[in-house]
């Protein structure tokens, strides 16, 4: 086998575990609170607390990558996520807990930012979208495998064993790692621009935290317009850095790319529009149709089995044929698969949900690999590091709008259904369950409006077969090939 699919071996397996650990907590909240006898605000920052230093250090990291190596930062990367989920497996107490979720993000943050970058720098323009597509496999298959291995474990052992299984793979994953990945040599005359990382991740967590608990704390509360106010100021402040930096963390030159800024702006709302979904339909199911936990993961795994098929082949096809059209065509099924769920019946038979799941993977599998080629590849190699980490970035950025959109939909549209099948009378729990099926199908139809903007974003990026990027690379006075 050709190192270079060793070395994807070894990407995917760290995308598998990041996604993994992502989505296989949510399952076991309930057994934690239990556990811990603590109640629901307090529980929730085991996910929260992930998502805020993930979602905070993925641009610094990347910018590190091209400093230190990414073979460097990757392995430390695991290591540190291993150790973590270790210590949260062993976690005494709920504060402890939270304190060791972050630090697991700390290292999840690291795999996420290195690993697209690995693949770029691995694999020449016209295999790069196949290889992506392939990685895309790890991602579905972590998302998939998570919300029904998190119920098993949890069932048949305990919430710590959620954490603990991570600890003889991560051991495996940072041996593979240390001996297929390429040595490298650290960036000559490279430094780090510390300032423009603490402002960046100081206003990207004021960003998540706002967007993340604006439903609960209120939109207009001083709390919620003092943290986006925040990261207004703090923003500002790193673009200015960031202008006056000899090195800057992220060369704003990159943003006059159109491949790169289209295909960014197309990522926020493409996850945008999954995460509503994902978001909202464990609630559909659970409380609308009295589903379990582990029932209502397994009858969301069409998504990403559909993802993790499709996707490969999206990325072969980009490679041939540019990943405008497959890219543009693939937010449009997402639009389609969106608005299928609106009209989703309240009493609805299994056929009825799973093909319009498929039809959102169809779409989501299509979209993910060639606009992830698109990105990575129009940038100069020196700066895929960046590149790589402002993806991820955006991704999750997209996953908290989807939640944060979705929830305050579903707040404001839920008592306008129940006034008017219930009037002023309590509602009964039949009554309640229409009303929140009719609150969720506005929801859907917001992100379906949402994800008709990525269309557009993907259209506009311009065609870029593969080797056309070299020449919009130049456009920052870089060779592309360096």
């Known amino acids: 086998m ?9 990407v995917s397996l760290g995308s598998l575990m990041a996604t993994l650990d992502g989505s296989i907590v949510n399952i076991a909240l309930p057994a934690i609170q239990t556990d811990f006898a603590i109640d629901l605000t307090t529980v929730e920052w085991v996910v929260v607390a992930y998502l805020l230093v993930v ?28 150790l973590a989920s270790v210590c949260c497996g062993a976690s005494p107490n709920e504060a ?14 690291m795999i996420m930012a ?38 098993i474990l949890t069932q048949a052992a305990t919430w710590r064993a959620i954490f603990l299984i991570n600890a003889p793979i991560g051991v495996l994953a940072i041996v593979w ?6 040595a490298e040599t650290s960036g000559k005359d ?26 609960e704390w209120g939109w207009t509360s001083p709390a919620v317009v003092g943290l986006f106010a925040a990261f207004v100021v703090l923003g500002a402040a790193f673009l200015l850095t960031e202008r006056r930096s000899i090195q800057p963390m992220v060369d704003l030159a990159l943003f006059r790319i159109r491949p790169f800024s289209a295909g960014l702006a197309s990522v926020v709302v493409a996850f945008a529009g999954l995460f509503t979904a994902t978001f909202l339909l464990p609630f559909l199911l659970e409380q609308g149709r009295g589903f379990s936990p582990i029932e209502a993961g397994l009858l969301l795994t069409p998504v990403p089995i559909t993802m993790a098929l499709v996707a490969p082949l999206s990325g072969v096809a980009s490679d041939r044929f540019g990943p405008r059209a497959l890219a543009s065509t ?78 305050a939909v579903v707040a404001t549209r839920l008592p306008v259904h129940l006034a008017a099948l219930n009037g002023s009378g309590p509602p009964t729990p039949a009554v309640r369950s229409v009303a929140l099926a009719g609150a969720i199908h506005d929801a859907f139809a917001v992100a379906a409006l949402v994800c008709c903007v990525g269309i557009v974003t993907s259209l506009i990026r311009g065609s870029s077969r593969p080797g056309q990027a070299q020449a919009s690379s130049r456009a920052v006075g870089t060779p592309a090939g360096q």
């Open 2 to 10: 050709e190192r270079k699919w060793l070395i994807l071996s070894s």
């Open 55 to 82: 979602g905070s250090l993925l641009l610094p990291f990347g910018r590190l990558g091209e400093v230190l190596t990414f073979k460097r930062v990757y392995l430390v990367g695991f290591g540190l996520f291993t």
């Open 96 to 109: 402890a807990l939270v304190g060791f979720r972050a630090v697991q993000a700390v290292g999840a943050a």
């Open 114 to 151: 290195m690993g697209p970058a690995i693949v770029a720098r691995t694999f020449p323009a016209a295999e790069r979208g196949r290889a992506l597509g392939l990685n895309g496999i790890s991602v579905a298959i972590g998302l998939s495998l998570g919300p029904a291995l998190g119920g």
């Open 177 to 182: 790692a240390a001996r297929v990945l390429p």
């Open 190 to 215: 490279q430094s780090f621009d510390v300032r423009g990382a603490a402002l960046s991740g100081a206003a990207l967590f004021a960003l998540l935290l706002g967007l993340s608990d604006g439903q």
């Open 330 to 407: 693939g937010m449009a099924i997402m639009v389609l698969g969106l608005l299928s769920l609106t009209e989703l019946p309240a009493d609805f038979a299994l056929p009825d949900l799973i093909w319009r799941l498929v039809l959102l993977g169809i779409g989501q599998g299509m979209f993910m690999s060639p606009n992830s080629s698109a990105v990575l590849g129009s940038v100069p190699r020196p700066r895929v590091g960046t590149a790589s980490g402002t993806l991820a970035q955006m991704r999750v950025n997209g996953q908290a709008l989807g939640i944060a959109l979705s929830g």
